[in-house]
């Protein structure tokens, strides 16, 4: 890290919460004494538990996974439907897997809030811009669980006359039936536990983790 004149605060107050100050500039300090709590870093969290795909192991399945859409979907230009937020990273990857001039959208969807517990009710946060008539849409999903999130969104888009909607899940339970949600792509298939990582988060964290883990909760 380099110096600055900001670097009497450490790395973990970097917070949404800053001040600003009256030139304008705004500060990764808190406006008062409410010190935000300090956060382990990535490599000494306890919560992250056992890795149950490793970073190569996932970069592999996607190479696999890009080279088969790459080969059904020759002389198309297929649009590549990232659901936020767990998506992204897979998205980001597999897009760069397909040697295929590939579109990107994006849409939105709700129904974990901060718990580890699916709501029940899918809510659509954010639509798409793009119009799906007549295209070939490919519905990218970090993790296929109950299938809640999948009916809904195929119901939502089949609506709007694509010429094909496929969908391609990083993730799928072992429980789930991913042949009558007609999921064409799977990368794995897990068991039961919350993971975190590789786009997939708890509370809006761990997302970044490079590989897939089991969440522990009650680490210390
Ligand atoms: P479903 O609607 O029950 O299939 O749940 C699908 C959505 O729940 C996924 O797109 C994820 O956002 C979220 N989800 C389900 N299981 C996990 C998990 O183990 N870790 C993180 N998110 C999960």
Known sequence: MTDSPASDSSPFDHQASGSTASDGSTSARPASGDTPARVPAIDQDPRIGEVLLSEEEI???????????????????PLLICVLRG?????????????????????AVSSYGSSTRTSGVV???????????GRHVILVED?????????????????RNPASLEVCALLARESADIE???????????PGDFVIGYGLDI???????RYIALYEPDAT
Not at 180 to 190: K, T
Not at 203 to 209: D, F
Request: proline share 1%; hydrophobic share 45%; net charge negative.
């Open 87 to 107: 998506a992204y990273v897979f998205l980001t990857d597999l897009a760069r897997a397909v040697n295929l001039p590939v579109e990107i959208d994006f849409i």
């Open 143 to 159: 993790i296929v669980d109950t299938g809640l999130t999948l009916r809904y969104l195929r119901r939502s888009l089949e609506a």
């Open 123 to 133: 809510r659509l946060v954010k639509d798409l811009d793009v119009d799906l008539h």
């Open 59 to 77: 970069a592999e399945r996607i190479r696999e996974i890009g080279e088969r859409i790459s080969a059904d979907y020759e002389g198309e230009a």
């Open 180 to 190: 009558s949600l007609g999921v064409r792509y799977v990368g794995f298939r897990i």
């Open 203 to 209: 509370a809006e964290r761990y997302r970044n983790l």
